[in-house]
């Protein structure tokens, strides 16, 4: 049992690990061949590329759900009806989404907080990023479709395919033809496709259930993929916020130097939490398959697995970066000064995710066995009930410190309540989780 959760789980965090390198194999390239002001403009866009990966989790994960529960119960066409409707709303939604936002994208950069300096910088990643908004939301979406399609390592090579060219492309765009920050961003659009093509693979050999075909498009269904699949866009739009709301409480009170060493530390950051997301999204087939097919025994256990996993995951990257952080962060700015304060404010915010890996474990629990109110409230807690409180708060009494503290606080808040809240659900998988392992 515990190499079919080693089948599952490994691939998808492994993916997500190339997925976070290549961010910050950009992040390196964009600070050392464009400059810091570039990474401030990358991290301003950041918001929107979580909203997008969000959006493409949403209905992978809702639909995926159903597909798994499906194939559980031996309801194989149902699954398949399930995919191809959610594909074709996706490749709509995308189309819609890359206008409007290549449109506005301006008043966007604005919105989100650029300051005269970096304005047009953001501006121009903003366009050509949104330019390949189809390919990045199709291409997260069909890594998920395919892993609850019984094929998760044809997931993880598309995804590292794709992350390999990103990062070959990044240094021939920004170093060689000398395109600056629009380099970077065609350059991870270009990657977005690779993963698509090789996901393909997938359909054209006939690996598993899945198939395209034609469908329709009904609105009950998709309500039903809304409400399945909204944890994990909730779960990704909280981490939009906390960056967005961090964005505007470190211009209010920092300066650009420091939005540069928030820029480094999201990048950091970005590799522990694509981790976590990896393995909840890994381990999502397992908990709804087994859940449709009723046996709660292997749930209880795949649940004790991942929360481990979680454990690991974070402990293991707290010490690599206490340890050689300053280094690492050199890698994106020579600014001494910079170095120093994104260090300081990397290992307080580190802290964090042994909390939040705790939440989006939870969250991505409840979502796989169908019951998504929960982890809707979970995430409300963490994005809109406790952050923006707290960080003010925080950032009142502790400046700077007081906002890379602001995390760590509004999590032990979130993970406290929902333990009331959910005390004697908590008490009961605790229980179980403990039997199963002395067994």
């Not at 810091?36 to 403009?41: E, Y």
């Not at 915010?349 to 989006?360: E, P, Q, S, T």
Request: aromatic fraction near 16%; charged fraction near 10%; include cysteine.
């Amino acid at each position: 049992m515990f190499k079919e959760f080693i089948k599952y789980a490994v691939p998808a965090v492994f993916a997500m690990f190339i997925s976070s390198m290549y961010v910050i194999v950009d992040g390196i390239f964009v600070g050392q061949g464009v400059g810091a002001l570039a990474l401030g403009a990358v991290n301003l866009v950041m918001p929107i590329s979580i909203l997008f990966f969000g959006i493409a989790s949403m209905f992978a994960v809702g639909g995926g759900t159903l597909i798994s529960e499906s194939f559980g119960n031996g309801n194989i066409k149902k699954g398949i009806s399930i995919f191809r409707e959610t594909l074709l709303f996706l490749l709509i939604l995308s189309l819609v989404l890359s206008f409007t936002f290549f449109i506005f994208s301006k008043q966007i950069i604005m919105f989100l907080g650029a300051s005269d300096t970096i304005l047009e910088l953001g501006n121009t990643y903003l366009k050509y990023y949104v330019a390949f908004c189809i390919p990045n939301i199709i291409g997260i979406s069909l890594s998920s479709f395919i892993r609850n399609d019984g094929n998760p390592k044809l997931a993880m090579i598309a995804t590292v395919s794709g992350a390999c060219l990103n990062i070959a492309l990044d240094y021939i765009f920004i170093f060689i033809f000398k395109w600056g920050i629009k380099g970077a961003a065609i350059a991870t659009g270009l990657g977005q496709i690779l993963t698509v093509l090789v996901i393909l693979l997938h359909f054209l050999f006939k690996k598993g259930h899945l198939s395209f075909g034609k469908s329709r498009i009904y609105k009950e269904n998709i309500f039903n993929f809304i409400r399945i699949g909204f944890p994990s866009f909730f779960m990704e739009i909280t981490f939009s916020i906390i960056i967005f709301c961090m964005n505007l409480a470190i211009l209010k009170i920092g300066n650009e130097n420091q939005m540069a060493s928030f820029g480094i530390i999201n990048y950091l950051t970005t590799i522990v939490y694509m981790l976590l997301l990896g393995l909840s999204f890994g381990v999502q087939p397992l908990f709804s398959f087994n859940h449709g097919a009723k046996n709660y025994e292997k749930v209880s256990k795949f649940y004790k697995f991942t929360m481990m996993a979680a454990l690991t995951i974070n402990l293991v990257y707290f010490i690599i970066l206490y340890i050689w952080g300053n280094k690492i962060i050199g890698f994106f700015t020579n600014d001494i000064s910079i170095i120093n304060e994104t260090y300081i404010g990397l290992t307080i915010f580190n802290l964090a995710f042994f909390v939040i890996g705790i939440n989006v474990i939870q969250s991505g629990y409840y979502q796989a066995i169908n019951n998504p109110e929960k982890s809707n409230i979970i995430s409300i807690f963490r994005s809109i009930v406790f952050f923006p409180v707290v960080l003010f708060i925080s950032s009142k009494s502790l400046g700077l410190n007081g906002i890379w503290l602001s995390t760590l606080f509004s999590e032990i808040l979130c993970l406290i309540t929902w333990n009331i809240i959910f005390k004697k659900e908590v008490k009961n998988y605790i229980k179980k989780v403990f039997l199963f392992s002395t067994n």
